[in-house]
């Protein structure tokens, strides 16, 4: 991950919300671990509300492009619909799996 470039866009939308200015945005540097920021010039607890924000940044991207999270135990609608997941007669790992992946998605969107 390109934390630097990360920084960029997270601080941009940040500015572009109104939620920081851009001097403010300009203050702020990566710590060494990258999980954090750091300014001179900005109340802690600005820094805090900023790094909480950026934690939550990170976590959503750490799910790559054509990834999706699902629990670690299935939920009962994904049993369901692999219960339920027979395609043209045919009952497959494939067709089980992607039954699952669309029940877990469409609880997401919920």
């Known amino acids: 991950m390109d934390f630097q470039k990360e920084k960029h866009e997270y601080l941009s939308m940040l500015v572009d919300h ?3 200015t851009q001097e403010q945005s300009d203050s702020l540097s990566l710590l060494n671990s990258n999980i954090g920021l750091h300014s001179n010039s900005l109340t802690s607890s600005l820094v805090d509300c900023i790094n909480w924000g950026w934690q939550s940044w990170l976590k959503a ?50």
């Open 18 to 20: 109104g939620a920081i």
């Open 61 to 110: 991207k750490a799910t790559p492009e054509g990834f999706v999270l699902v629990p670690k135990e299935p939920t009962r609608g994904m049993l369901i619909a692999a219960d339920n997941c027979e395609i043209d007669g045919k009952v497959t790992a494939h067709n089980i799996y992607k039954a699952m992946i669309e029940a877990q998605e469409s609880a997401n969107d919920s």
